[in-house]
């Protein structure tokens, strides 16, 4: 069983920074592509970054230059640093892996969401 575990979600003030952090556990042989979407009520899904275990990433146009996406391979974690946080970034975030477990499943795996809230 592979599970992921966010935490770093709250109140903040526009402006403000946050760092978000997802650790992955269980029966894992690889991780490949991590990333974080978010998810406001009444719209669909949202990437917001992504990277790779080679460490290349991709962002939302709406983020970039104010959030970076980073993760440390040896210990199964990913982060999002937020910066200059505005208003329109309230959602709730879920971290996403696409890994490999020890039984050689490929599986996609989705963890239970953080909400981040921005004061205006």
């Known amino acids: 069983q592979v599970q992921l575990v966010e935490s770093g979600g709250g109140l903040v003030q526009a402006g403000g920074s946050l760092r978000l952090s997802c650790a992955a556990s269980g029966s894992i042989s690889s991780i490949n592509a991590m990333g974080w979407y978010r998810q406001t009520p009444g719209k669909q899904r949202e990437l917001v970054a992504s990277i790779t275990s080679g460490g290349s990433t991709n962002y939302a146009l709406s983020v970039k230059g104010r959030f970076t996406i980073s993760r440390d391979n040896a210990k199964n974690t990913v982060y999002l640093q937020m910066n200059n946080l505005k208003p329109e970034d309230t959602a709730v975030y879920y971290c996403?892996?696409?890994?490999?477990?020890?039984?050689?499943?490929?599986?996609?795996?989705w963890g239970q969401g953080t909400l981040v809230t921005v004061s205006s």
């Open positions: 996403n892996a696409d890994l490999t477990t020890t039984g050689y499943r490929y599986l996609e795996v």
